[in-house]
């Protein structure tokens, strides 16, 4: 069983401008959510991706978008970066089936995001 | 916002200690999790406690949940250094087709040898 694997694993961007972080879920999970945990924090609920469809965002300016493609994968793509961005990015993968609402989410190790 | 806070915010203990961890929160549940995250990586699923559960336990893992308080507890007996990590309880709102855990800003735990 493969799990979730994040990509690149660290990443230096300029204040302005855009970024795109990976994520491939675990073997068999169709549903991918993004987290952004900064610093000293707990990771916050940025978006869910089911079916290839956004499915719920947290509070999160729109210049946060994501896609998720047919083979479940997803990105996270954040425009005009901000100095706040600077964070620990986690994407985490579940299986949306009869026990989807008590099962536990599969994070991945995360993108480190530093803006400057 | 975060709807979980932990208590202690930091957390010193000698290996073979009990290390106990509090987490409270505002708002109805489905559900509660802890989970394990070692610096500057991925959180680790702990354990997963449903809101019609009072207690559950996994291994060395020890963890209670109180509705009418809206908290919860997470006991790890017999310590170990390995245990040294963060540790967040987060809570889970059943919301059609939507999973959104919230997290609290965690307890970081250390396990002296």
């Known amino acids: 069983e493969t799990g979730v694997t994040q990509s690149p694993t660290h990443l230096i961007k300029t204040r302005g401008q855009q970024v795109t972080l990976r994520c491939s879920s675990q073997s068999g999970h169709n549903t991918v959510s993004w987290y952004q945990q900064a610093l000293g924090q707990g990771p916050q609920f940025i978006f869910q991706?089911?079916?290839?469809?956004?499915?719920g965002r947290g509070n999160f300016p729109p210049r946060f978008s994501g896609l998720q493609f047919p083979n479940y994968s997803s990105e996270l793509n954040v425009n005009a970066l901000e100095l706040d961005d600077s964070a620990l990015y986690l994407c985490a993968s579940s299986l949306r089936t009869g026990n989807f609402y008590n099962s536990p989410l599969h994070f991945g190790n995360g993108t480190r995001l530093t803006v400057t | 916002s975060q709807q979980g806070e932990e208590d202690p915010q930091a957390l010193s203990i000698q290996e073979g200690e009990n290390a106990t961890m509090n987490c409270s929160y505002k708002t109805s549940i489905n559900n509660l999790q802890w989970y394990r995250q070692n610096s500057g990586r991925g959180l680790v699923h702990l354990i997963l406690i449903r809101s019609n559960e009072r207690e559950k336990h996994s291994g060395r893992l020890r963890v209670t949940l109180d509705t009418s308080k809206k908290s919860s507890s997470l006991l790890i007996t017999a310590s170990r250094a390995a245990d040294t990590a963060s540790y967040f309880c987060a809570t889970d709102i059943r919301d059609t087709g939507r999973r959104a855990l919230t997290f609290g800003s965690g307890t970081r735990l250390q396990v002296q040898p």
């Open positions: 991706y089911y079916r290839e469809e956004e499915n």
